[in-house]
């Protein structure tokens, strides 16, 4: 279970990656629904923590074992602090989220190396 996860989790970061580095004005429009409402930021937290898991669980299976599970562990408990704190969440997306759109093909970019990295976690 944890491989599929991981594996749709590298195709959507290299999806995303992609989007951002064609298409910056349609990623920015993602982007900035990120925390826009409780609903997504339930969904959002919802996704960090599958993903979290799917870390902890496919673990002993990766090149880095400890680290998976330090990763799924940071992922996980962010996910919890996301879905509970909601209102701290919206503030510091209020802020981060304008940052951020000022380098979005820097973070498709990196969305697509994460991608790349991701895979070599998993099946190296």
């Not at 996860?5 to 290299?14: D, E, K, N, S, V």
């Not at 982007?31 to 496919?58: D, K, M, T, Y």
């Not at 996301?82 to 380098?103: C, D, E, N, S, T």
């Amino acid at each position: 279970m944890g491989t599929a996860i991981l594996t749709l989790f590298a195709l959507y970061l290299l999806g995303l990656g992609i989007a951002a580095l064609a298409r910056p004005e349609k990623a920015r429009v993602f982007f900035s629904h990120f925390a826009s409402s409780p609903r997504l930021n339930f969904i959002e937290a919802g996704l960090r923590a599958l993903v979290g898991l799917a870390f902890i669980l496919a673990g002993p299976d990766t090149a880095a074992p400890t680290m998976s599970v330090w990763v799924g562990g940071f992922l996980l408990a962010s996910a919890i602090i996301m879905a509970v704190a909601y209102r701290l969440h919206r503030l510091y997306a209020v802020w981060a989220v304008p940052f951020a759109m000022r380098f979005v093909r820097l973070m498709g970019a990196g969305a697509v190396l994460l991608s790349v990295w991701v895979v070599w976690f998993r099946w190296s």
